[in-house]
């Protein structure tokens, strides 16, 4: 298994820096240049604002709808149990963030675990 | 609030932390780690591609393009699309970590830090702090989210070239479950439920469309969509009064 890629350790870095750093840094730049007369609370910034969680609320549901790896297996009425277990127990908790996630995670290891089984 | 030195305010940074959201951000990023170690990327690249470009989404594309052999140029345009959230991000972040004398150098430094769990806490505990105090406390904050995804993929590097298909699957699924919590944990108004709620329903109409494209739709589409809702629920609320 190991060196599958058949990378050095600096190609590696290099294929870091060119294909995965500036690909990402370069919108967080542009949005620190193009943003930076953005006044807090104006028209435009709860707009942004909107969007920013817009995408990631879209982000987040296509993870669930369209996941990878070995969540493939599990059924998506499953899937949307687990979020729903985990949502449902941090709104029951006094919003606790730890016992939300350890509900979800409870729900989707019995799901992993019995489709696997 | 008491009066700090700049360092103390780092230092307030780094305590508030020290929570869950770390927590998650070392556990997701275990399976990253064991993943890179499975296909053999080199152990100080896997580090330092955590803390450079610090996105897990984009992290995964790369190293699953560089296994199925995507050209280069076309695996850094796959990375962009998926990685057009940060603007929005960053820029409604930015009112709360601009530095006073708008040194734009400090400005860039601080953007790095933005993806999502600092998105969503920063957006929660930015706001309320004083000016001055704000920036300090982002790069303890943000310095802390790092510091916890870098050890996470040391740790999944060490551990195992393959997880238990259960344990992998369990961190796989840490990312969606607890962003899902911190989002509806952070709504705050009208317009923030909308556009949870457009987010969530545009995404499988547009899932079809691939390449970005469908995040961009739920993204952009969504958002305006909450926007105006949300300010003609207040006019009318306003109105009624």
Redesign the interface.
């Known amino acids: 298994m190991s060196s599958g890629l058949g990378l050095t350790e600096g190609g590696a870095i290099l294929i870091v820096l060119l294909v995965g750093f500036l690909p990402t840094e370069i919108w967080r730049s542009l949005a620190i240049l193009a943003g930076r007369r953005i006044p807090e609370g104006s028209a435009v910034f709860h707009w942004v604002r909107a969007v920013a969680t817009a995408l990631l609320a879209a982000v987040v549901a296509r993870l669930v709808l369209a996941p990878s790896g070995v969540l493939v297996d599990v059924p998506l009425v499953l899937r949307l149990a687990a979020v729903g277990g985990g949502l449902a127990t941090f709104l029951l908790t006094r919003q606790s963030i730890l016992l939300g996630v350890l509900a979800g995670e409870l729900i989707i290891v019995a799901s992993l675990f019995f489709t696997r089984h | 609030m008491p009066e700090r030195s700049t360092l103390g305010w780092v230092l307030v940074g780094v305590r508030h932390a020290v929570?869950?959201?770390a927590l998650?951000l070392f556990a997701s990023y275990v399976g990253y780690g064991a993943l890179l170690q499975?296909?053999?990327?080199?152990?100080?690249?896997?580090v330092?591609?955590t803390f450079?470009?610090?996105?897990l989404?984009?992290?995964?594309i790369?190293v699953g393009g560089?296994?199925s052999q995507v050209p280069?140029p076309a695996?850094?345009?796959a990375?962009?699309l998926s990685?057009?959230?940060?603007?929005?991000?960053?820029?409604?972040l930015?009112?709360?970590m601009?530095s006073q004398r708008?040194r734009?150098l400090v400005?860039?430094l601080c953007?790095?830090y933005?993806a999502?769990t600092m998105?969503?806490e920063g957006?929660r505990l930015l706001?309320p702090l004083p000016a001055h105090a704000r920036i300090p406390y982002m790069l303890g904050l943000g310095n802390f989210y790092i510091a916890s995804a870098m050890s996470g993929t040391i740790v999944g590097y060490l551990l195992a070239?393959?997880l238990p298909?259960?344990l992998?699957?369990?961190l796989?699924?840490?990312?969606?479950?607890?962003?899902?919590?911190?989002?509806?944990?952070n709504a705050a108004n009208p317009?923030?439920w909308?556009?949870?709620?457009?987010?969530?329903l545009?995404?499988?109409l547009?899932?079809g469309l691939g390449g970005g494209l469908?995040?961009m739709i739920?993204?952009?589409?969504?958002?305006?969509l909450?926007?105006v809702g949300?300010r003609l629920m207040k006019r009318r609320q306003e109105a009624g009064r």
């Open positions: 929570t869950v959201p998650v499975g296909v053999g990327f080199p152990p100080w690249a896997s330092l591609s450079l470009i610090w996105a989404p984009a992290q995964v790369l560089l296994v280069l695996l850094a345009l990375i962009g990685s057009i959230r940060f603007l929005p991000m960053t820029m409604s930015a009112p709360y601009r708008g734009l400005d860039l953007a790095h933005v999502m998105w969503l957006m706001p070239s393959e298909p259960v992998a699957g369990a796989l699924f840490m990312t969606p479950l607890s962003f899902t919590i911190m989002m509806v944990r317009t923030d909308l556009a949870l709620a457009a987010g969530v545009i995404m499988p547009a899932l469908d995040l739920a993204g952009v589409g969504g958002g305006t909450a926007y949300g």
